[in-house]
Every structure is written in structure tokens, then in C-alpha cells.
């Protein structure tokens, strides 16, 4: 399989998707002193694509995924939505799992589905069957009555899953989801994302496990600073590396 080739030194050459972009990151620049997280990062997700996001430490993967959040705010470029800015309306039909976990601690898991649900807008009923719905599909229905700080770190990683579902996205944007999972709960993980492309759900994900993404994506590239590897037809998955800077935590 053939890269496409850099559009210049360390900028992403972009690949137009099969239909209309529904997210458009574009020439986008962050800058944290004098680490350039970011340098004129173009990507493009259509529906049903699921996208591997992958780089070292300080390649800007967090950051670019906080940026589509509004977490913060980019130094140059545009994110767009079906053509239109990201707003806060459009982003809570985001389903958003940071690296970080995100969870009260304290809160019960399937109290906090429910309540992460009503926000997004879900009602009560809707809210109770969705929270019900996901910690079946996600194995963890037996533990929705115990608080998220006395699970394993693999089933809080379920739970994270979850909460990002819950309200039933329109785009999942997903950082190191794969992260502290056993290899039964990857293959779950993987199955519910690659259902969610075939109900037309994009994915834009993170992960520093090259095996995973290998299997999940239709191409793959494991040098050079930033390349978009051609894919199959939808439900398509491609793997895309940002300019790497500086060691970092971001």
C-alpha cells in the first residue's frame, strides 16, 4: 500500500473522504512556548469512517482532539462541522472520551449514565434504557450499582466508553480508548466502534497501540513525520500522524 505524499515537510496530505466531509480540521496550528504541538494539521472525516490518530508523546493528538472539543483554542485554522463552525450545540452531539478520565469517582456508574444522558438531552426513560443498553453491550451491567472509583481501571475504561454512547453521538471523537484494556475487552471495544461506523457514525481515535490500529484500519504507517495511507470503501479507516514536536504530556 502507497502513502500519499506530504503536501510540504511535516504537513498531512489530505484525502479527500468517500462523501462530504461531516468533519473538516483544517490548517491547524497550536503552539504551547516553544513546543509546536500542531503545525497546519488538515484532516477530514465522512460518515461511517473511523480514523486512527497516532504519534508520539507531544505529536499534538490530545490537543487536536481538545481543540474540536473547545477545551482549547487553536492559533490558526478552522474545525467544522457539516460545514459549519463546531459549536457548543454541535458539540454535544459529540461523544467525547478524554484521555483523562472524566467520571465522578464517588458517583455510581449507572446513576452517572443516566445523568450524563439527561444533559445531552436525553429524557428520563430514554436516559435509564440507554445506560441500561450500553453497560450490557459493554459487560459492565453488574456493576452499575457500585461506585466508578471501586472498579478495575479496565472497566472505568468501559464506563468512559460508555458515557461517550450513552446519548447515541453523531461523531465519536475518542482518545487512547484502548488504553488499560485486556485483550477480550479491546475486541469489544473495537466490534462497538466498528457497529457505530456501520450505522454511519464517524470515529476519530487515539492510540499508542500500533497492533490495534493495524487491525482496526485498512492501512497503516509506522515512519515519517505526517501521511494519509489510502483506504477501502466505507466503513474506511485511516491512520494519520500530526508534526511531532517536543517531548510532552499534552
Known sequence: MQSSKLSTPGRLATQTPIGAPLLDIANLSKRFGSLQALDDLSLRLGEGEIVGFVGANGAGKSTTMRIVMGV??????????????VDAAARRRIGYMPEE?????????????????????????AARRASEQWTERL?????????????????????????????????????EPFSGLDPVAVDVMSQVLRERAAAGVPTLFSSHQLDVVQRLCDG???????????????????????????PSSR
Not at 103 to 122: C, D, F, N, S, T
Not at 145 to 168: F, H, I, P, T, W
Request: net charge neutral; proline share 6%; with cysteine.
Open 139 to 175: 459487560d459492565i451491567a453488574a456493576r452499575r450499582d457500585d461506585e466508578v472509583q471501586k472498579l478495575s481501571l479496565g472497566n472505568q475504561q468501559r464506563v468512559q466508553l460508555a458515557a461517550a454512547l450513552v446519548a447515541d453521538p453523531d461523531l465519536l471523537i475518542l482518545d
Open 220 to 246: 497503516w504507517s509506522s515512519s515519517g513525520r505526517a501521511a494519509w495511507w489510502p483506504t477501502a470503501p466505507s466503513p474506511s479507516c485511516r491512520r494519520a500522524r500530526s508534526r511531532a514536536g517536543a
Open 101 to 125: 478520565r472524566g467520571l465522578y469517582p464517588k458517583m455510581k456508574v449507572g446513576e452517572q449514565l443516566i445523568y450524563l444522558a439527561r444533559l445531552h438531552g436525553l429524557d428520563a426513560d
Open 72 to 85: 482549547l483554542a487553536g492559533d490558526a485554522g478552522t474545525v467544522t462541522w457539516d460545514g459549519a463552525p
